[in-house]
């Protein structure tokens, strides 16, 4: 079962090209890179992640342009799949990992797949879940309208868009349909759930459908079949729609690949995983090297970081490059970080900068209950983090 009360740690990894990915890290031995659906981030391989953590170290990665990571380099209006592939490998590289196990769920599994393709020297394991194969003139039916406009608007629609979208995607398949024939047979998540996921939707922005879009066309038998490395498909009871990997495996598959059936329970579902990675990849893979830091001290340039403290993880925006002491920069109440680098920005690379999500604020953890708040709470968490760094 998945212990919620295991310690998952945040962090961000510079890449060779200056930009950063955010992952969770939790666990330790033998890595296995988690990659999540889109447009959600990390948080949807939380589950995951903490049933592997007794054996080993899950890192659950932003994709980039969702969650916290940066967006692609030059953020490309109409991206392929395979413009992915060169941060993954870039952020393998930055942790040192010569040969991982990867395990993607729907977008995640694509990219996944392209990887493990393209690199196989990297890839001791690739596990796809929510993997299939679809025609394109029937994907071409099915997205009519799945990918509406979200561009900010002034009278706020863009957020009922968002929220219906999220709701629906439980509700109907595609998520724009209305027909009862088309209704799923689950439960609406409770609201906490929907409102966690919405806010993935809205930290992608207007432009979430970057990868989703794409790993729609990138399903395909033909892509899928012609991995070498060893695999695993998962084909899970509880999926309300079982036709798109059926698909997939009738038309067959290497000696490469093995098909998990686990049953229609979540735990079924992780278990499943689970076992494989230890029977298949944990006895004979290389364990986890020390984790690097998250930021480039000498580069005159914003930078993200999680800053342990008492408790829990601060979020900081920071540039450590340049002389005489740090300027710590402190939001108003309800703000956060964010609003500090415009002021702040002057100093870059003349003088250390570190500007902090106050607890319960932007990124960071809440670690105040209502009745601790005070201003000298918050001053202690800020000099706990100055002293970390």
């Given at each position: 079962?998945?212990?919620?009360s295991?310690?998952?740690?945040?962090?961000?990894?510079?890449?060779?090209?200056?930009?950063?990915?955010?992952?969770r890290?939790?666990?330790?031995?033998?890595?296995?890179?988690?990659?999540?659906?889109?447009?959600?981030?990390?948080?949807?391989?939380?589950?995951?992640?903490r049933?592997?953590?007794?054996?080993?170290?899950?890192?659950?990665?932003?994709?980039?342009?969702?969650?916290?990571?940066?967006?692609?380099?030059?953020?490309?209006?109409?991206?392929?799949?395979?413009?992915?592939?060169?941060?993954?490998?870039?952020?393998?590289?930055?942790?040192?990992?010569?040969?991982?196990?990867?395990?993607?769920?729907?977008?995640?599994?694509?990219?996944?797949?392209?990887?493990?393709?393209?690199?196989?020297?990297?890839?001791?394991?690739?596990?796809?879940?929510?993997?299939?194969?679809?025609?394109?003139?029937?994907?071409?039916?099915?997205?009519?309208?799945?990918?509406?406009?979200?561009?900010?608007?002034?009278?706020?629609?863009?957020?009922?868009?968002?929220?219906?979208?999220?709701?629906?995607?439980?509700?109907?398949?595609?998520?724009?349909a209305?027909?009862?024939?088309?209704?799923?047979?689950?439960?609406?998540?409770?609201?906490?759930?929907?409102?966690?996921k919405?806010?993935?939707?809205?930290?992608?922005?207007?432009?979430?459908?970057?990868?989703?879009?794409?790993?729609?066309?990138?399903?395909?038998?033909?892509?899928?079949?012609?991995?070498?490395?060893?695999?695993?498909?998962?084909?899970?009871?509880?999926?309300?729609?079982?036709?798109?990997?059926?698909?997939?495996?009738a038309?067959?598959?290497?000696?490469?690949?093995?098909?998990?059936?686990?049953?229609?329970?979540?735990?079924?579902?992780?278990?499943?995983a689970?076992?494989?990675?230890?029977?298949?990849?944990?006895?004979?893979?290389?364990?986890?090297?020390?984790?690097p830091?998250?930021?480039?001290?000498?580069?005159?340039?914003?930078?993200?970081?999680?800053?342990?403290?008492?408790?829990?993880?601060?979020?900081?925006r920071?540039?450590?490059?340049?002389?005489?002491?740090?300027?710590?920069?402190?939001?108003?109440?309800?703000?956060?970080?964010?609003?500090?680098?415009?002021?702040?920005s002057?100093?870059?690379?003349?003088?250390?900068?570190?500007?902090?999500?106050?607890?319960?604020n932007?990124?960071?953890?809440?670690?105040l209950?209502?009745?601790?708040?005070?201003?000298?709470?918050?001053?202690?968490?800020?000099?706990?983090?100055?002293?970390?760094?």
């Open positions: 079962m998945s212990d919620l295991v310690v998952v740690r945040r962090r961000f990894v510079t890449l060779a090209d200056g930009s950063q990915l955010h992952c890290i939790v666990g330790s031995g033998p890595p296995v890179v988690l990659l999540h659906p889109s447009p959600q981030s990390g948080t949807f391989s939380l589950p995951m992640a049933r592997l953590a007794p054996n080993f170290t899950a890192i659950a990665i932003d994709t980039p342009g969702y969650g916290l990571s940066d967006p692609l380099p030059g953020r490309p209006m109409t991206p392929a799949l395979d413009d992915y592939l060169p941060p993954l490998r870039m952020f393998l590289d930055a942790l040192g990992l010569q040969r991982v196990a990867l395990y993607g769920n729907a977008t995640g599994a694509e990219i996944a797949q392209l990887f493990a393709h393209a690199h196989p020297e990297r890839v001791a394991l690739c596990m796809l879940d929510t993997a299939g194969h679809k025609e394109d003139a029937a994907l071409d039916a099915m997205l009519e309208g799945y990918f509406p406009d979200v561009t900010p608007r002034r009278d706020g629609g863009h957020l009922l868009t968002h929220w219906d979208m999220v709701r629906s995607l439980s509700l109907f398949s595609p998520w724009q209305r027909d009862a024939a088309q209704r799923l047979a689950i439960d609406l998540p409770e609201p906490a759930a929907l409102h966690a919405m806010l993935d939707y809205l930290r992608a922005g207007p432009a979430y459908a970057a990868a989703y879009r794409p790993a729609f066309y990138t399903a395909k038998h033909a892509l899928i079949a012609r991995l070498r490395v060893p695999t695993t498909l998962t084909r899970w009871e509880g999926k309300p729609d079982l036709s798109e990997v059926d698909a997939l495996i038309r067959g598959l290497p000696p490469n690949f093995t098909v998990l059936r686990p049953g229609p329970g979540v735990e079924a579902r992780l278990e499943a689970e076992r494989h990675l230890l029977e298949r990849y944990r006895p004979s893979a290389a364990l986890m090297p020390p984790l830091d998250q930021v480039e001290r000498r580069a005159a340039r914003w930078q993200s970081c999680f800053v342990d403290v008492p408790g829990g993880q601060l979020f900081a920071v540039c450590l490059a340049g002389e005489g002491r740090p300027l710590l920069g402190l939001h108003d109440p309800a703000g956060s970080s964010r609003r500090l680098e415009a002021l702040m002057p100093w870059l690379g003349r003088r250390p900068l570190i500007a902090l999500d106050n607890p319960g932007g990124e960071s953890d809440a670690l209950t209502r009745e601790a708040i005070s201003t000298e709470a918050y001053a202690a968490f800020a000099e706990a983090a100055l002293a970390v760094g």
